[in-house]
Every structure is written in C-alpha cells, then in structure tokens.
C-alpha cells in the first residue's frame, strides 16, 4: 500500500489516538470493586433527622474539611401556616454542633440535610472547561483537583450550592460520596455516624439493595426537580417549601 | 502541512495526560486517585471486634442502632494502632446534648429533654450509662427526673 499524504494525514491522528489507549492502561479504583456495576444514590430520610450534626462533624474529619466550609451541612426549617413559599431557613456553622433551641411559634420546623445531589446530567461538569470534574461510570460527580483551574464556573452553576473553593488549594470542592470509602466497600462517613437512619448509601444497581422497596413504598422528591438534573439524592417526606 | 499535523499531535500526546478521555472528557486516573484515599472513620464493625463488652451494653438499649463513632468521632487511626493511640475522653454533657436537646424541629417521639431543668449542671453519666442510657431501678440512679420534657 502506497503511504500517500492523504492517508498519512488519516492514520497519524489514528495512531495517536490509540497509543493513548495503550498507555492508559486498566486502572480500576480498587482491586474488587467494579465500576460498572454501581450506580451510587442516597437518602434522606428528613422526618429521622434530629439535627444534631453528627454527618456535618464526621464528613470534616473524613474528609478534612476546611473549618467555615462545608461538603453537607444541616438546615433547619421554620414555615409557618401563612408563609409557606417563604420559609425560615438557618444553618449555624452547617449545623455541625447541632442547633439551639428555637422560639416555639406558630407553623413547623423540621431539619433538612443538604449535600451534593450528584446528578447523572450535572450542571456542574458540564461547565467545566477543562474536564476537572465528571461524572464517573458509577454516578459519582467528583473533583480532580489536580487538573482543576479553580475558575469557579462549577460553583456557580450548582443549583443547589453544593461547591466551594478551598481555600488551601484554590481547587474546586464538594460532596465525593466518600468515594474513598464507598470503593472500599463502606458506606460514607455522614451515613456512619447517623444516629437515627436518617441518611441511608444506596446503590441503584444492586437489586438487593433496601432503596428500591422504600422508593416504591414512599413517596420520595428530589431537590428542585424542575431543573432536570437527574438528581440522585433522594428525600422522603419532604415539605414543598424546601428549596 | 504533514510537519504542522505530527507536530500537533506529538504536542498534544505530550501534554494531555495519558488517561484523559479513557471514560469520558476528564483524567480516567483521577477515579482510582479519589478511590484511593485513606479513611477516617473505621467503621463500628472494626470497632465491634475487640469491644465486644460495649457491643453487649448497647444490645440492652436503644442505642445499639448509634454506630460508635457518631460519639467517639473517626478512629481509623486508633483502630490501627489501638496501643499507643487512644480516643480522647469524651464529655457527656455537650455529646448528649446534641442529641438530645429539645428543639421543635425534632422529630415528636424522638426523646428530648430541656437539659437545664433535667439535670441541673450534672454530667449526663452521672445517672446515664451512655451504651446503655435507660435507667434501670437497680442502675446507679434510683429516680427519673420529673422534668423530662414531653414531645
């Protein structure tokens, strides 16, 4: 076969493209675990929760955490009878030493657990110029802070603002599902040390899992449906003045 | 043209790293660096192995669903070297207070208590075995404080 310029010009790219393939390697995130058979969710059981921010406390220290940042954080609700589109929204230093008792007034209060939603089609990783955060083959959205500019365009486009940036590293930081963990076979370190349940790992792959029998036997939102994110953290019983 | 194209594609596979794009638009290796973190938290079944006098306090009571560390905080270090790194002693009177504290947003049949009235400055322990909270009539506290909150 003659190599002429145009074949040249086809192949080169070609070859490039699958050299990169051979360098690549098969690197799997731990030895038994399988990326493609995960599909990583939780759930938020909000009438279990007692706000006393023992996931707020052990997500820093897992993770560690700068102190004023947060990965999850706990809200506490007020809505009263007649201002049910404005609630009453606090969150003392994430709620990581629990709340302080609260003047009993007219309506309900409740506590609310908020973390990154980890959505299949993320706003987030999508606006990222250099592929710094993604989307991984088992639904996690993670951050690789090794690539990432910290040009907070992931920060602004998080509807539920779930991202900062670290001060230490100016890179872009949230929620990771405790990735180091779950790979490991254990759950995260916010569903650990929950007192009550009220935080539940699911994995929507595995059929044996306890979240396919509470969805089908609860009704269960997700945070701002309408922004279609394919959210996967999933709540139960929650109030319509959540936002 | 051709020297302009090698060029190029030399260049690129020099600077972009080698697995990016292995399973989408981003660095494949970044997945098996984030897995590959070191734990904080144990986990209580690594904590259950060798307390196995705690394990049977908390079967008596309802705390036996509160995983260890929700109190004791991340031991992964202590787990591994339970010889010279012991956990620090906790103080039950904030701990518990986290918990257990009223406050209207509490779930009704969750167990609160306003702790000023209820125990008057004491330490929680004082009356309560915190693995096994309820006070049983032979335990150290005869008498249930009368003003345990209702809610």
């Known amino acids: ?243 | 043209m051709v020297i302009a194209v090698v060029a190029f594609v030399l260049l690129r596979t020099a600077v972009v790293p080698h697995s990016f794009g292995q399973y989408g638009h981003y660095r494949g290796d970044a997945i098996a660096e984030a897995a590959a973190r070191p734990i904080a938290h144990a986990g209580h079944e690594v904590c259950e192995a060798c307390h196995t006098d705690v394990v049977d306090q908390k079967k008596l009571g309802k705390h036996v669903v509160v995983a260890c560390e929700a109190c004791h905080g991340a031991q992964a270090k202590h787990a591994d070297d339970p010889a010279s790194i012991k956990p620090p002693k906790l103080d039950t009177a904030v701990l518990c207070a986290r918990c257990h504290e009223a406050n209207s947003a509490k779930p009704k049949g969750f167990p609160q208590v306003v702790t000023a009235d209820h125990a008057g400055g004491l330490a929680c322990d004082t009356c309560h075995q915190p693995h096994r909270p309820k006070i049983e009539e032979t335990g150290q506290a005869k008498t249930k404080p009368a003003t345990e909150a209702k809610k």
């Not at chain 1, 790219?13 to 969710?41: C, D, I, M, S």
């Not at chain 1, 088992?138 to 365009?153: E, N, W």
Request: charged content about 20%; overall charge positive.
């Open chain 1, 1 to 243: 076969m003659d190599i002429t310029r145009r074949r040249l010009l086809i192949l080169l790219p070609a070859a490039a493209v699958a050299w990169k393939f051979v360098q690549a390697g098969t690197p799997e995130a731990a030895p038994n675990y399988k990326l493609t058979e995960h599909w990583w969710a939780m759930l938020v059981d909000i009438p279990k929760c007692i706000g006393c921010g023992s996931c707020v406390r052990a997500c820093s220290e897992e993770n560690d955490v700068p102190e004023g940042y947060f990965r999850t954080w706990v809200e506490r609700y007020h809505v009263s009878d007649w201002k049910i589109e404005r609630p009453e929204v606090e969150s003392p230093d994430g709620g990581k030493q629990g709340f302080p008792p609260n003047e009993i007034s007219a309506g309900k209060d409740f506590f609310v657990p908020k973390l990154c939603n980890h959505c299949a089609d993320s706003p987030c990783t999508q606006v990222c110029p250099v592929g710094a955060t993604f989307v991984t083959p088992d639904g996690v959205v993670l951050v690789d802070k090794s690539y990432c500019l910290g040009c907070r365009y992931c920060v602004q486009a998080c509807p539920y603002g779930c991202r900062f940036i670290n001060p230490k590293t100016n890179t872009a930081e949230k929620c990771s599902l405790c990735y180091h963990r779950i790979t490991k076979g254990l759950t995260t370190a916010c569903c650990e040390v929950c007192p009550t349940g009220a935080r539940q790992l699911a994995d929507l792959k595995n059929p044996k899992d306890p979240i396919h029998e509470f969805l089908k036997t609860h009704t269960v939102q997700v945070l701002k449906p309408h922004m279609a994110t394919g959210a996967k953290v999933f709540y139960n019983g929650m109030d319509g003045s959540v936002r």
